[in-house]
């Protein structure tokens, strides 16, 4: 009985040294899970999720399993990709208010060259100058809409950018055949 | 003819998997000869024509142009040059319909033609290539917009370039043209078959290539004899070989034929000249032939106008940039029982719309189709599981796993099944029992791919923009406060450091008056620790003690204090008021201190 005791206490101890030791010596630096949701998201830094950045909001999806659908920007494949990585059911938060990607163009006639939107831009695609009309290099801008609000003077817009023949897409067919397991029922019923 | 007759047909033939059969239809077009068609009144001829970057306009709008000369210049290696395929006067540079599957407009240079086709200067003929460098004929190539005539239109300069890696022993020549209705590939051998074959005989040059195979689908006698005869009269016959192959759809794709005709394989994701091979379509070594030999850009082709929806289907020499409604009327104009317009043939092409768009270097057929040739296929059925996809398919895919995938936007996974190396043949939708549009899917696929890749390199870049403008504003911030810092550890060591300062000055009057100023206070504070207030009223003379007097009986009088009642700090004033007389003796400066005591 004793012997038993010891034996178990002695086991119990050897194990709790080893875990305790292989936390310390096996710690995985930052956050993994994070950083492959970090990679999926489009780091427009839009905060359109309600967190300020990419990286925040995929803190939050992979810490406080916060909804993987509050992605604007990134749409449906974003919220498929993530259900993908994550494991959950994409349609758990229901679907996703998908937007035409746009660009920001300031007004030239309006601008008066506060720089308040160039503090506000994320990726630095606003040029210009204190009293020195503002413009935005197109190819750099996300779309991220973060400009819009501090402008004092309302002068700077979203553009849906236009497809060209080199961006066309081939469209998903319509026609869709019935998914063989939605025709099984039917055919069981009848 | 006899005798060279067993020759060919000693040669062993492979075949590719897969295929199928369909009616070839050639017979609605290919009776009559090839018709010349009148100038276009309106020339639309768009900026990208080829696969690669659209090339850049350098003529004007309002700017005459002749015929040959060059209107876009190539942007980039894989690009081509656009010529003026009649003489004008250029009306617009603008967005116009352009034949796509998708039906939008596209840049292109609008020529108003006069109906004079002057030409332009033509670059001299190459006549002697033989003796020049590969490099100068690829150059040559390039400045005439030559680009692949069979459909996908690469630049041909760019295909003729394979690289120091890969030694090329064989040119294929592909005259199978195995999509069914089109035609203009054998009337083009039947008419030009001299030009093709020295085109061939450049080419070979060119490539440093031992042997020429050009392949004929059988169902083109007249082509092949005609194409035989080109080649007993050439010079280089001992080098080039008429191969007939068997009728298969598609054993004019470039692997399949490839393969056909050397039995060997192009890689997965590879190109021929990785197997030695280099492919070109007959038309394309025509066109080499021309820009070569005469200097000829590339600005007219074989167009087949087809399908029982046309009153008289033909086939049309047409410059590039004519519209297809001209096309269409030269040829009877459609019939009133016309289910669609194809652009291409009925296997690959697409749908078009609108009559406005130009024909292009790429457009080898209109097809007007009537619902009996292409029935409604009626709505998709689900996939039983058949196989028979995968058993015709040419690529030795797996249709049926592509579709599951492509259905369910798994774009990873259909990559997986070799996506890429899918041809868009059109073989397993054909076969298809339920009338999936499994092409469609693929399609769907491979854009949302290339799309998916572009999103994620800008996602990268604008990660990577974002992670700078934070460490910018970190730096700046640091950069700040340490400047605070070291301005208030300076605003602490200032009292301490300050005698010190005064030592440093460089300016060596500052100098002199701190000096002075230094012996002044020392002065004073020796006499105050004697005791003694400083007084210099003790050693005036007789008038200026008279004077001292007078001011002060004229202060008693005005009832004012006595000076030496004054104490403390206020003795300095008294000092002063006794200073004018003394400063006035000393010097020039007088006048200001007078003025100052005023």
Known sequence: MLIAILAIAALAVVMGVLLGYSA?????????????????????????????????????????????????????????????????????????????????????????????????????????????????????????ELCLKPCPVECIHMRPIETTVRTWKWPFPASQPARPTETLPQAKAA | MQATQPRFKSRQLWQFHGGIHVPDQKAVSNAGKVQPTPCPKILILPLQQHIGAPANPVVKVGDRVLKGQVIAEPRGYVCAPVHASSSG?????????????????????????????????????????????????????????????????????????????????????????????????????????????????????????RQCLIGIEDNKPEAIESMRLARAESDIRDRVEIVVIPTLYPSGGEKQLIKVLTGREVPSHGIPAQIGVVCQNVGTTAAVADAVLRGRPLIERYVTVTGRGVAKPCN?????????????????????????????????????????????????????????????????????????????????????QLYWYARAKDLDRVQDYNLFDCIECGCCAHVCPSHIPLVQYYRYAKTESWAREQEKKKADHAKARHAAKLER???????????????????????????QAAHVVDDPKKAAIEAARQR???????????????????????AQQQQVAAAQARRRAAGLREPEAKAGPEARDTDQTHQPPQTKATGPKAETASEEQA
């Open chain 2, 89 to 209: 006067t250029v009306i617009a540079i603008e967005d116009r319909p352009v034949p796509h599957p998708s039906g939008l407009s596209a840049p292109c240079v609008v020529i108003e033609t006069d109906g004079q086709e002057a030409w332009v200067d033509l670059p001299e003929p190459l006549t002697d290539y033989e003796s020049l460098d590969p490099a100068v004929l690829r150059e040559r190539i390039r400045a005439c917009g030559v680009v692949g005539m069979g459909g996908a239109s690469f630049p041909t300069s760019v295909k003729l370039n394979p690289g120091k890696d890969h030694q090329i022993h064989t040119l294929v020549v592909n005259g199978a043209e195995c999509e069914p209705y089109i035609t203009c590939d054998d009337l083009l051998m039947r008419e030009r078959s001299g030009d093709v074959l020295q085109g061939i005989r450049i080419l070979l040059h060119l490539l440093g290539a």
């Open chain 2, 473 to 499: 504003q970190e730096r700046q911030e640091r950069e700040r406060q340490a400047k605070l810092r070291s301005r208030k550890e300076a605003a602490k060591e200032k009292p301490a450091t300050q005698g």
């Open chain 1, 24 to 144: 310390l010596r096996f710690r995985v630096e930052g956050d993994p899970v994070a950083d492959q949701i970090e990679a999926v998201l489009p780091q427009t830094q839009c905060a359109q999720c309600g967190y300020p950045g990419c990286r925040p909001y995929a803190e939050a999806v992979a810490k406080d399993d916060e909804a993987i659908n509050k992605c604007v920007p990134g749409g449906e494949a974003v919220m498929l990709a993530l259900a993908d990585l994550l494991g959950r059911d994409p349609g758990e938060a229901g679907g996703i208010v998908e937007k035409p990607k746009c660009v920001a163009v300031i007004d030239d006639n309006e601008c008066i060259g506060c720089t308040l939107c160039l503090q506000a831009c994320p990726v630095d695609a606003i040029m210009g100058a204190a009293k020195q009309l503002h413009g935005i290099i197109a190819s750099e801008c996300t779309g991220c």
């Open chain 2, 520 to 542: 002044a206070a020392a002065k004073k504070a020796a006499l105050a620790e004697e005791g003694v207030i400083p007084k210099n009223t003790e050693d005036l003379a007789a």
């Open chain 2, 316 to 400: 049309l020499n047409v410059r590039v940039g004519t519209p297809a409604a001209d096309l269409i009327a030269q040829c009877g104009g459609l019939r009133r029982n016309l289910r669609k317009l194809v652009c291409g043939g009925p296997m690959m092409g697409f749908e078009i719309d609108n009559q406005a768009i130009p024909i292009t270097k790429a457009a080898n057929c209109l097809l007007a189709l009537t619902p009996a040739e292409s029935p409604d296929p009626g709505p998709a059925l689900p996939c039983i599981r058949c196989g028979r996809c995968a058993d015709a398919c040419p690529a030795s895919l797996l249709p049926q």
